[in-house]
């Protein structure tokens, strides 16, 4: 689909649930779409290093994917794959008639409000509601699935990649930005050459599992029980990791937040919930994951900052760059 077909699915498409005025929020690889009670998520035809969603098939496939894995962690949140079909002019969602042309996934909607990242904008995050989260992604960890990859490394790999944003940071920025990713990139492989035995020790002792992915503030809703939605289907590699890496970006994210005292104790109630990080070796090694995840985020709104539609879009995505590449810094230096 393009995002012509978006604008006339959002305009004068059929949906199968009642939908009066949809509403259209953008990422940088979905189209979300809106209803009263629902929402339906279309994968951007697109084609990054990490991810691959260049066909219709590819992408059918990882909606299902995607349903299957978020199961783990929902209940009623994800109802299925429905198709995307053009019939008689007008473009339907789950129609019988037409040719099929994508797919899109279906989930319930819910309170906007409680999502995390708002309530903590608001200020109205709580002790309480971080300590049941907490306690629920420990949880989650202690099933999850131990995998044991082959390359210990792959991290490396992965933080380095932000080096290709160093021209259009530069352009866009300052050459103070990209000189920082560049030492950047020789920290974090000094600090992966002498902790490699660490990494392959962490994996002996199952602590490298098949978790969330991508676990944040705007994945999390927090209801009477917390929500946890949008794990990582794109790329396995991406979501099998150290359960330290996991919790690691959203004790980055409370900290891009200035909620460090929250990011404290979701760690605390975490790790005697489920204990991964008993020495100071380990708590490094924490550090440095809040380090690779501020890189990701400033990768993420690099390219969003590429692929914004106008000039406040794109500052706005700048800002968060330069934000996410400082705070990389901050975490970095201590372990030099």
């Given at each position: ?201 962490r994996i002996r ?79 490094r090694l924490f ?50």
């Open positions: 689909m393009t995002s012509n077909d978006i604008h006339e699915l959002i305009t004068g498409g059929l949906f199968p649930v009642p939908c009066h005025q949809p509403r259209l929020v953008e990422t940088h690889i979905s189209w979300v779409i809106i209803c009263d009670d629902h929402v339906f998520k279309i994968k951007k035809p697109m084609h990054y290093s990490f991810l691959d969603f260049s066909t219709a098939e590819k992408r059918k496939y990882y909606c299902e994917r995607e349903v299957m894995l978020n199961n783990r962690l929902t209940t009623d949140v994800y109802l299925g794959v429905l198709p995307v079909r053009r019939a008689h002019g007008s473009l339907t969602i789950g129609g019988p008639d037409g040719e099929e042309i994508d797919c899109a996934l279906k989930m319930r909607r819910l309170d906007s409000s409680k999502q995390m990242d708002v309530l903590l904008k608001e200020h109205k995050v709580s002790n309480s509601q971080i300590t049941r989260l907490a306690k629920q992604v420990a949880g989650f960890h202690r099933k999850a699935l131990v995998v044991y990859p082959n390359d210990v490394l792959d991290i490396q790999t992965k933080f380095n990649d932000l080096a290709n944003e160093r021209n259009f940071v530069q352009q866009q920025l300052s050459k103070e930005s990209s000189d920082l990713i560049s030492a950047a990139v020789e920290m974090s492989d000094r600090f992966l050459r002498m902790n490699e035995s660490l990494l392959r020790q002792s199952g602590f490298v599992r098949d978790c969330h992915g991508d676990l944040h503030s705007r994945n999390i809703f927090l209801l009477e029980e917390p929500v946890i939605f949008d794990c990582i289907e794109f790329n396995d590699d991406y979501r099998c990791i150290d359960v330290l890496n996991e919790v690691a970006f959203l004790c980055m994210d409370l900290d891009a937040f200035d909620r460090s005292d929250l990011a404290e104790l979701f760690m605390q109630t975490y790790n005697v919930a489920f204990p991964v990080m008993g020495d100071p070796r380990e708590e550090t440095y994951y809040k380090s690779y995840r501020a890189n990701v985020r400033a990768k993420v709104n690099s390219l969003r900052a590429r692929d914004a539609a106008n000039d406040a879009d794109r500052r706005r995505a700048l800002n968060e760059t330069e934000k996410y590449l400082q705070l990389m810094k901050r975490y970095l230096e201590p372990l030099r």
